[in-house]
């Protein structure tokens, strides 16, 4: 089956670094690239849309200045979250969907911020 | 996007059916129908999805009802493997359709 892989699995680091994560799609051409956040006991919350060599279309209320997405190919997509603090922890998950397929995730990346 | 309903949760014996309803009377006539399960700590996983007529998979089966209101997961035969949240979404379709993540129903299954 497809497969989405996301790195690193784990980050922890200091307020105000910033933090890059990247998500790849390993066996197809991932024409569309989402981001979601998922905090404790919570569901999963969409941050952004990525179309390969297009700008990301963000949600209400997600800062693009803040989490800066950026999908240069078919199979790689990142999210940096810029200079970043307590309150951006969170488990942060990437997936990719290539044409009308069914979207598949990455296992996730849990980012600490001290 | 349309919205849909879920129980909560559910709780199921090991090696038994299980039936997750999922309630989605707003939806379109072009909307299809997603299922995906998250496990602890992972991303989520798909399992079926399906526009009119059921389908089935490895991993399970989508009952649709005819006015397409609501549809049923169907886990055949549940195992420890299968405790997780599971999400019913819709999704539009074309290449612009999101997929939005409700609360899910957590599926307890015991042993």
């Known amino acids: 089956g497809a497969v989405v892989s996301q790195h690193p699995s784990r980050v922890i680091c200091k307020s105000g670094t910033s933090v890059k994560i990247e998500c790849r799609s390993l066996?197809?051409?991932?024409?569309?690239m989402f981001w979601y956040r998922q905090f404790p006991k919570q569901s999963l919350m969409l941050m952004a849309t990525?179309?390969?060599?297009?700008?990301?279309?963000?949600e209400q209320g997600v800062e693009k200045d803040k989490f800066l997405i950026n999908h240069a190919s078919l199979t790689l997509s990142t999210l940096t979250v810029t200079s970043a603090h307590p309150e951006d922890s969170s488990f942060y998950i990437c997936s990719a969907r290539s044409g009308v397929q069914p979207q598949h995730f990455g296992d996730g990346t849990r980012l600490s911020i001290l | 996007d349309a919205k849909t309903t879920q129980p909560n949760s559910m709780e199921s014996n090991e090696e038994e059916p299980v039936h997750l309803p999922c309630n989605h009377s707003?939806?379109?006539?072009?909307?299809?129908i997603h299922w995906y399960r998250q496990l602890p700590s992972q991303g989520p996983e798909y399992v079926i999805h399906?526009?009119?007529s059921n389908v089935n998979n490895r991993m399970a089966s989508l009952a649709i009802a005819e006015d397409r209101k609501s549809s049923t997961l169907i886990l055949h035969r549940a195992t420890l493997r299968d405790a997780a949240v599971y999400y019913c979404i819709l999704r539009g379709s074309g290449n612009t359709g999101k997929l939005i993540f409700g609360q899910g129903t957590t599926l307890q299954v015991k042993p």
């Open positions: 707003t939806i379109s006539g072009t909307d299809y």
């Open positions: 990525s179309n390969e060599g297009s700008k990301a279309t963000y």
């Open positions: 066996d197809f051409q991932a024409t569309t």
């Open positions: 399906g526009l009119t």
